[in-house]
């Protein structure tokens, strides 16, 4: 993947913030620059293309308030488990299922929080907040869930010829291979 060139680095800098703000403020003229800008890469996760990330930006914001450390930690932290679950090598649906995922663990993590906030508060406020929870919790398995039979589908399939007997095993790597077979 190239290497995003950051706009601050360019020459042009000036430029190219005057022509977002006009954008910004709804200045069609702006419509060809914009696109032909837009060709280069990371620079629209850079202006904000990125609605996932934003939404992410916004909910760790949420959480954190104020506390800058704390934000700062949430944000690593997400970045951590992002590049757990997507792996390495990850193809593109991976990847943004890994996101979605480390949103709805963002999100299921907000409303815990929130309802261990809550606990004092009457029973039909504690009562929405563990609903609450529960459409979180039940997001979150999804998102995982079906992270996993991304990749269960992507397994590539081994074909095995031992003698006059054939072997189809799915491996997930060169070391499953082996040992399947190994077991023949």
Same mark, same amino acid.
Request: glycine share 6%.
């Given at each position: 993947m190239p290497e995003t060139r950051c706009l601050e680095?360019?020459?042009?800098?000036?430029r190219t913030w005057d022509l977002i703000e006009r954008a910004r403020k709804g200045d069609e003229s702006t419509v060809r620059d914009l696109r032909k800008m837009f060709q280069l890469p990371g620079i629209?996760?850079?202006?904000?293309g990125n609605l996932a990330a934003q939404a992410r930006s916004i909910l760790v914001g949420k959480a954190a308030g104020s506390d800058v450390a704390l934000r700062e930690a949430l944000l @690593?932290? #997400? /970045?951590?488990i992002q590049a757990e679950l997507a792996g390495p090598n990850p193809s593109p649906l991976e990847r943004l299922l890994?996101?979605?995922?480390? &949103?709805?663990w963002l999100f299921l993590s907000y409303c815990e929080c929130m309802m261990a906030q809550g606990l004092g508060? #009457?029973? /039909? &406020?504690?009562?929405?907040?563990?609903? @609450?929870?529960?459409? !979180?919790h039940r997001r979150y398995l999804s998102a995982l869930r079906t992270l996993a039979q991304v990749r269960k589908l992507a397994l590539p399939v081994l074909q095995v010829n031992? &003698?006059?007997?054939?072997?189809?095993?799915a491996a997930a790597s060169a070391a499953d291979?082996? !040992? &399947? /077979?190994a077991l023949d």
């Open positions: 680095q360019d020459p042009g800098a000036k629209v996760d850079l202006v904000g @690593r932290k #997400s /970045e951590e890994a996101d979605r995922a480390v &949103a709805c508060l #009457s029973l /039909e &406020a504690q009562e929405f907040h563990q609903r @609450r929870v529960n459409h !979180a031992i &003698a006059r007997r054939q072997v189809n095993v291979a082996g !040992a &399947a /077979e």
